[in-house]
């Protein structure tokens, strides 16, 4: 059967060109662009534009909250028809069970699920996750077609004095010819020399047009992150223009289901990058061939003879309007909703191991107390808003009190939840913004610990037990009684519910912090969960203690 899409403008993602031309497509495939006449069905385009579907080039499935069915659901409606994902999430959770149990979950749906598989679980040798993989788990994997490389190298110091297992690790993906990507904030001169020359072909961590145009000089693609926590696009949107914009992907990385559902995702920084100015015809061949072609992704993201027949049609390029989306050449997505469609089978066995993941027990306000006493020099993180990047500050602290919320200076813990060895963390940060209460998360990058923020003891015991009780997710409560929750009982990370649902939760949770004394729309849960992870400079907490991650060295909290 054939199907001929008329009268619609083409986007020629090769040439960026724009030509008013006939499509036409049988058995999932193009086998036609130009003026074709007669086909078995007929639609017709006038007015409207046909692209390639989209590709998110660098996503962690688990921090939209959403099992990969929900996860489609929510996405296709945009235009994404292809994701590049990397499961350390529920590896640092559930080890190859975790990995399993993302593959199963995400076959045969009609959107292309690639994986890269995740070298540092751990992160670092300051976390205590809930697995080690090593690269003999990840080998095995590389055979699944669905598989494409390694994925995020975040431990660049292991990268830098070529740790043996970590260089075991990539060499591995290199001699099967796999993509090796990469995760290196900062990284810069000699060092970024080692770590590039290590076989890491790309990053997502570029928070400056500098940084990313230095990556591009020494042959990495960039990819040009916006996501809910880490929001880069402003600030990389001079890689939009030549001679950067030819070596650039789109990525949103870490994403909350109420930012998918009301905001967009590839399609929504194709919409935000042409506010600025810049062409949408650049960002979609971000996000399609360039993106295809570097993961050698085969006949996948452009509209010609031969390509694979995933399309959408835009009512409006600029505002990146998608009026509907065909996979393989069949109707996915309409309107803003997906075609219904059949949700894989996952056996029992991999369900079980990702549950049941809060393995730590209740905690009391004696838990979050300083071991010394009186007013200390102390290193205390600075949150900065809209990135993942912290800051150390020298502050005098009265750690009998432990929190000063006049200067905004609250204690922060992370308990080891995978192993019951009763370790945590403990640690004062800055730029929380909370007035009263306390929020806690099982979402804690990457070991996903429970990280706790409040303004006092029994406040951050009531949320860390809110939390463990639910079985994984996120609370905040006031005054000792939960007034915002949201369960994640898949290794406290994603829940069963559906993306619908789980936006509502996730909107509710977020609203439920101005009583908490956060302004109206302020995101507060997604920056908290990277408050623990050591491969993000400056300064982060673990369970083990402060870390100066610039030295790779734990570090006390007093100064003097």
């Known amino acids: 059967m054939t199907t001929l899409f008329r009268n619609g403008t083409v986007i020629n993602v090769f040439t960026g060109e724009m030509e008013k031309a006939n499509v036409l497509i049988e058995n999932g495939t193009i086998i036609g662009v130009g003026d074709y006449d007669e086909g078995d069905e007929t639609i017709d385009l006038t007015g409207k534009f046909l692209a390639p579907g989209l590709i998110d080039s660098h996503i962690h ?3 939209t909250m959403l099992l990969p069915y929900e996860f489609a659901r929510a996405v296709l409606p945009h235009g994404t028809t292809a994701v590049i994902a990397d499961p350390h999430e529920i590896g640092n959770v559930a080890g190859t069970a975790g990995l399993r149990f993302m593959l199963e979950g995400s076959r ?4 292309d699920f690639y994986w890269m598989m995740p070298p540092c679980v751990p992160s670092t040798r300051f976390d205590e996750s809930g697995a080690v993989l090593s690269a003999g788990d990840l080998a095995p994997f590389y055979d699944d077609p669905m598989v494409l490389g390694l994925g995020e190298v975040m431990d660049y110091t292991g990268v830098e004095t070529r740790g043996p297992e970590l260089m075991k690790k990539i060499a591995g993906a290199a001699a099967r010819g796999k993509t090796v990507n990469g995760h290196a904030p900062l990284q810069t001169g000699r060092a970024l020399d080692r770590y590039i020359a290590a076989g890491v072909t790309d990053d997502h961590e570029c928070s400056s047009a500098e940084e990313a145009a ?3 000089r020494k042959g990495q693609r960039v990819m040009i992150r916006e996501g809910t926590a880490a929001k880069n696009l402003e600030a990389l949107l001079p890689m939009f223009d030549p001679p950067y914009c030819a070596r650039c992907l789109l990525a949103t990385d870490d994403k909350h289901p109420a930012d998918l559902l009301t905001g967009g995702h590839i399609d929504m920084i194709i919409r935000k990058a042409a506010a600025s100015g810049k062409n949408p015809v650049t960002g979609i061949r971000m996000a399609t061939i360039q993106t295809a072609e570097y ?4 006949r996948t993201g ?3 003879p031969g390509y694979r027949a995933d399309l959408i049609v835009l009512s409006d390029l600029k505002k990146m309007q998608v009026e509907a989306v065909y996979k393989d050449g069949r109707l996915a997505a309409e309107k803003g909703k997906a075609v219904p469609f059949k949700r894989p089978k996952v056996s029992a066995p991999l369900s079980e191991r990702v549950k049941n993941s809060m393995r730590l027990n209740p905690v009391s306000s004696e838990d979050f107390a300083f071991q010394q006493k009186g007013v200390h020099r102390c290193r205390v993180i600075r949150r900065i808003p809209g990135q993942l990047l912290t800051d150390e500050e020298l502050r005098n602290v009265d750690l009998g009190k432990g929190f000063d919320l006049e200067k905004d200076i609250l204690k922060i813990a992370v308990i080891e939840r995978h192993h019951m060895t009763g370790h945590i963390g403990l640690g004062l940060i800055h730029g929380a913004g909370l007035k009263a209460g306390a929020v806690a998360s099982s979402v804690g990058h990457d070991a996903h610990n429970l990280v706790v923020i409040g303004t006092s003891d ?22 000792g009684k939960v007034i915002g929750k949201m369960a994640l009982p898949y290794g406290g990370l994603m829940t069963d519910r559906s993306a619908e649902e789980a936006a509502k939760e996730n909107a509710a949770l977020r609203a439920s912090l101005t009583q908490l004394g956060l302004p109206e729309g302020e995101e507060l849960f997604m920056t908290t969960a990277f408050l623990s992870l050591p491969v993000i400079p400056h300064l982060k907490l673990t369970t083990k203690g ?11 909290l007093t100064v003097d």
């Open 61 to 63: 499935i688990e921090s």
């Open 546 to 556: 402060l870390v100066d991650v610039d030295r790779q060295e734990l570090v006390e």
């Open 302 to 304: 452009a509209v010609a």
């Open 108 to 111: 045969g749906l009609p959107l």
């Open 458 to 479: 029994q406040e951050m015991a009531a949320a860390a037990n809110a939390v463990k009780e639910c079985g994984g997710g996120m609370a905040a409560v006031k005054d």
């Open 295 to 298: 993961y050698g992704l085969k």
């Open 214 to 216: 230095e990556r591009i």
